[in-house]
């Protein structure tokens, strides 16, 4: 049986935590259609379909009059589409401004830490504004205080629904509460939620843990490492907005629909 969750007692906070998250989410998506294609317009453009399968980035600085010839194959480069030329045979292609964050940002951890900037003030102000007793704090090992205890906030987009939360390799976390708040985009839009808190402190599974693959491996110190937590921790992981269900050995989160 599940405890009371410690940060938020009560059905009701958790309900306004949730809100102040949509409404940050909500702003998000605002600062991203704005920022995004402002960016882009001073440094990058994508070929779209231009090869089978593989999209291509090129510094806008190359559009002037660019060619390039590599075995049979021409390629040029114009303000507002690419021209391959293979054996003779000739394609166009249009060329389009990155427009949302799925092209501007490849990798899913870098969204996230893209987003970081933007996120964590707008959802402070939003919880200030509901009520809710939140201090944010920039310090190593946490980044609010929640009802006097010291909270790990996370976000990400992990594709693994076995991952609670994403962190850097180099800055493990350093309290036992943590706040994961986990996202599914379609383009600068949020679509699907989860938002949950892990206390550590209380886990006895040994599969409770953050992963560590890049430091082990010998490799540089600059990745992201996963959260996952094993099934015996169902207890200790309360959702405050979609599920979370038990798996093979690992508890898996359920996304829901965010509100329109």
């Known amino acids: 049986m599940k405890a009371l969750d410690k940060i938020f007692p009560t059905k009701e906070e958790q309900q306004k935590f949730v809100l102040a998250v949509m409404l940050t989410l909500a702003q998000t998506t605002e600062n991203l259609n704005e920022e995004i294609p402002r960016k882009s ?3 990058w453009k994508i070929l779209t379909d231009v090869y089978p399968n593989k999209k291509k980035y090129i510094p806008l600085q190359t559009f002037a009059s660019y060619s390039k010839k590599k075995r049979n ?21 249009k060329v389009t401004e990155m427009s949302n964050m799925y092209v501007w940002v490849e990798q899913t951890a ?10 964590y ?18 310090v190593d090992g946490y980044d609010a205080i929640i009802n006097g205890i010291l909270v ?3 976000i990400g987009q992990s594709k693994s629904k076995s991952q609670i939360a994403t962190g850097n390799n180099h800055s493990k976390v350093k309290v036992d509460d943590i706040i994961s ?3 599914v985009m379609d383009g600068n839009k949020f679509t699907d939620l989860w938002v949950g808190h892990l206390d550590m402190g209380k886990c006895v599974s040994e599969d409770t843990k953050w992963s560590d693959t890049v430091t082990t491996s010998g490799k540089n110190n600059n990745g ?19 599920d979370v269900r038990k798996g093979s050995k690992l508890l898996n989160i359920i996304y829901e629909p965010i509100n329109a």
């Open 41 to 43: 317009r001073g440094k």
């Open 73 to 93: 194959t021409e390629v040029f480069y114009s303000e507002d589409e690419v021209q391959v030329t293979y054996k003779d045979k000739t394609t166009k292609k």
């Open 110 to 119: 870098e969204k996230s830490k893209y987003l970081a900037p933007w996120f």
């Open 121 to 138: 003030p707008e959802l402070t102000y939003q919880c200030q504004k509901l009520g809710l007793d939140f201090v944010a704090e920039e």
């Open 152 to 154: 790990e906030l996370k």
């Open 181 to 183: 708040i986990q996202f």
């Open 224 to 242: 992201f490492s996963g959260l996952t937590a094993g099934n015996d921790d169902i207890d200790q992981l309360v959702c405050y907005y979609g």
